[in-house]
């Protein structure tokens, strides 16, 4: 095996590869040969670092030197300074830019990282997903091997339910229980499963397993195939996620190569293929029944439960369903025994949860803790708290199935009861951080909008119950409000969640009920004092000049209705029955003389 | 023989590929769409035939995927993310903007067919919020003054 001194980590999820870090991979190739270094220096394209928000991240090993927001004009200085005379780039630093100490922290020791615990996300950024010899140094697929060669079905799913493993993907149901389930119907053909249609705006996690960790996915699937008797298997994959369809199909050539997917495994007898569908945009298609009825190749509807799928799923054949994060903890669970699973975690939900953090805050990225770490720690310690200065208001968790969590509830430990007693939900992962700036009734709205929009149109309170609460929270946003909304509102989504078919109804209205909950005096102004309280709302605010214009004159020429008035040098006046609230005055005021109220 | 047997080479050669697979028709529809641009009713009927059903089931799902096009999109294809983190980053106002600028409404495609402009789902990208894509271009970080001078760049 070729020897190298130095690593440089490439981070080449999709948050990097959008800021550019294919061009960084190919400046350092062109950088390492001009310097004579490409014999000693590997450069690496891995799978995503979780801190997308300093993309493109670049690590340097055996030091763990964390470059961030790494540009094409650095690269010279990294090879020359850091790789060929051992002199690292300090102002490269994240630490360097991110407060005033230039302390080179490796990876453990930044606060972003100290907090977390990594089992789903192992190997995202430390491996490279296109290459499977490094997924086998990292134990790969040696649970497979255990399961084929040493233990029998039944034990495999024994394992998964004493861990406590809990479906990832929103619902929360045991996994090792669904298996069971599964390898009770009798049936010659039976199918596995993966549900990698991400369709909660805001969650990203399974993308960057898909994209940093691939094989992980292909072998838990055999191993859910080996316990459930099925030898086929489907992931159903966004089709906005290209960089991970690509690197899973290479992923299953080169396992299939390997001997480790395909007829007879390991020699065990045991065969089993997997085959990649995509999907086509519908954000139902994330619910399993309609996902399966998407495979077949129809409208994405789902349909009533039972039969459920364990009984008759996909080609109407007993079928097994999982999402991808949950399987990502299967290998790990076989390896290192259930016992070790459950010590991490709480005693209802073991184990860990990744969160895709984003918004109003200054780590955006991925996250991995433990079940029951309260949300401040993950939105302070590792979130780093609010940007600008400015107040927390809500984290909005369980996309648009979830709700909005206020401040005084940020000690409550995040599990899956414990958020549903909220008024939330564990979700898929997605965790939205809103500031004072953002008006809770205009968030409610904006969910809606997306589940009215999503909806497949199957049943009657999905299709028209919560079009007719876009409508009521359209009103209220615009002004038109009136005495007695908040309580039709109250009433329809009420009904919605006791008589929607499927999940995505039943929980569409939870935003509008969550937000009632805790932001009611918010509606309340909407709807009576026709005032946004966060001044978000475009038709209840109005653009005020105060008393630090200098009467420079550009926001009046930058006024597109001219609605201001005044002389050079005199504070301006605006309008308010002429202005349009475009905001093009505040933008072009350079002395912040400009509010909204 | 006519340019019409010509034209319909390719779908003929993804309609051979598919048609024994279980579920084949999403995989034919999304790959003629690749080639094509679009699923005019035109192509839609020749794979409703091929594939050995109805034109009203391939229109069904042809209408139900969001991903689906029965109209040709215009040169450059801008889509503006409408994820949550995007959204609570003033991605609404990069939008507006777009649509003002091009004098378009969202949804739909320039006269002279060099734009199209759309609101798209979550990227996945959040960590760049908010964020738009021209064709496979991605921006991040953008801001509605920033607007112009990105479509500059693909203006013919």
Same mark, same amino acid.
């Given at each position: ?61 055996? $030091? ?20 060929? %005379?051992?002199?690292?780039? &300090? ?30 996300? *192992? ?54 229980? &669904? ?71 290479? @992923? ?52 009533? &439960? ?5 009984? %008759? ?33 709480? $005693? &209802? ?6 969160? @895709? ?130 309580? %039709? ?18 929980? @569409? ?47 009046? %020429? ?21 202005? /349009? ?12 003389? /400009?509010? *909204?109220? | ?156």
């Amino acid at each position: 095996m070729e020897y190298y001194r130095s690593h440089v980590l490439v981070c080449g999820g999709t948050g990097c590869t959008s800021s550019g870090s294919a061009t960084l991979l190919k400046l350092l190739d062109e950088k390492l040969a001009e310097y004579g270094l490409e014999k000693e220096v590997k450069p690496i394209r891995t799978g995503c670092f979780g801190l997308c928000e300093a993309g493109p991240v670049v690590i340097v090993y055996p $030091e763990g030197t964390f470059y961030s927001r790494v540009t094409p004009r650095d690269i010279d200085e990294i090879v020359s300074e850091h790789l060929l %005379k051992g002199r690292v780039v &300090k102002r490269l630093l994240h630490h360097a830019k991110q407060a005033e100490t230039a302390v080179d922290l490796s990876l453990d020791e930044m606060p972003f990282y100290k907090h977390q615990t990594r089992v789903a996300l *192992r190997n995202c950024g430390v491996i490279s997903p296109e290459n499977i010899d490094e997924y086998l140094a990292f134990d790969g697929y040696k649970a497979l091997e255990k399961c084929l060669l040493h233990m029998t079905p039944q034990e495999v799913t024994a394992t998964v339910i004493a861990s406590g493993l809990r479906g990832r993907g929103g619902g929360g149901f045991p996994t090792g229980i &669904k298996w069971q389930l599964a390898s009770k119907s009798e049936s010659p053909v039976k199918y596995i499963i993966c549900n990698a249609d991400e369709g909660d705006p805001g969650a990203f996690m399974d993308r960057s397993v898909l994209e940093g960790d691939p094989h992980s996915v292909l072998e838990a699937m055999t191993i859910a195939g080996y316990a459930i008797g099925a030898h086929e298997g489907y992931i159903y994959v966004r089709a906005e996620y290209p960089i991970a369809v690509k690197r899973l199909e290479i @992923a299953i050539e080169q396992a299939k190569g390997y001997g480790l997917l395909g007829e007879n495994i390991l020699e065990s007898g045991f065969s089993f293929d997997i085959h990649i569908r995509l999907g086509a945009g519908a954000f139902v298609c994330g619910e399993e029944t309609a996902l399966m009825v998407s495979i077949e190749g129809r409208r994405g509807e789902p349909h009533p &439960k039972p039969p459920f799928p364990a009984v %008759k799923g996909l080609f109407d054949m007993p079928s097994n369903i999982n999402n991808v994060e949950t399987l990502a903890n299967i290998p790990p669970i076989i390896n290192k025994g259930p016992e070790w699973f459950r010590s991490m975690g709480t $005693e &209802k939900s073991p184990g860990t949860k990744v969160f @895709a953090l984003g918004g109003k805050i200054n780590n955006t990225g991925l996250v991995e803790v433990p079940m029951g770490t309260p949300l401040r720690t993950v939105i302070y310690d590792i979130g780093g708290g609010i940007p600008g200065g400015k107040q927390f208001k809500a984290v909005q968790t369980g996309g648009p199935s979830g709700g909005c969590i206020p401040a005084e509830l940020l000690d409550v430990p995040i599990e899956y009861d414990s958020l549903t007693a909220i008024g939330s939900m564990m979700g898929s992962g997605g965790m939205i951080v809103m500031d004072e700036d953002n008006c809770m009734v205009d968030i409610a709205r904006f969910f809606l909008d997306f589940t009215v929009d999503e909806s497949c149109g199957k049943c009657t309170p999905c299709r028209i119950g919560t079009k007719r609460m876009l409508e009521i929270l359209d009103r209220i946003v615009s002004g038109k409000g009136e005495e007695g909304d908040i309580e %039709k509102l109250e009433k329809l989504a009420e009904t919605i969640k006791a008589t929607a078919l499927c999940g995505l109804g039943q929980t @569409a209205p939870n935003p509008v009920l969550s937000t009632l909950r805790f932001f009611r005096h918010e509606y309340e102004a909407h709807i009576r004092d026709k005032k946004c309280p966060a001044h978000h709302c475009r038709a209840l605010l109005e653009y005020v000049i105060g008393p630090d214009c200098r009467g420079c004159t550009a926001c009046m %020429k930058a006024c597109p209705v001219g609605a201001i008035t005044g002389e050079p040098k005199v504070v301006h006046h605006i309008n308010p029955d002429k202005c /349009i609230r475009c905001g093009a005055c505040q933008t072009k005021c350079r002395f912040g003389a /400009i509010s *909204r109220q | 023989m006519c340019d019409c047997q010509n034209a319909y080479a390719e779908l003929d050669a993804i309609i051979l590929r598919h048609k024994d697979e279980p579920g084949g028709l999403m995989p034919v529809m999304q790959e003629a769409q690749n080639a094509y641009g679009a699923l005019t009713m035109d192509i839609q009927q020749r794979i409703a035939d091929g594939m050995g059903t109805t034109l009203s089931e391939v229109y069904g799902v042809a209408t139900f995927y969001a991903q689906f096009a029965l109209e040709k999109k215009g040169k450059h294809v801008i889509s503006v993310c409408m994820g949550t983190a995007c959204y609570v980053k003033g991605a609404q106002a990069v939008l507006d903007k777009l649509a003002e600028y091009l004098e378009i409404p969202v949804g739909s495609t320039t006269s002279d067919g060099q734009f199209t402009l759309q609101a798209t789902r979550c990227l996945g990208a959040c960590g760049l919020a908010p964020v738009m894509t021209v064709n496979d271009e991605v921006f991040g970080r953008v801001t509605p003054d920033q607007v112009a001078g990105i479509l500059d760049k693909f203006q013919d």
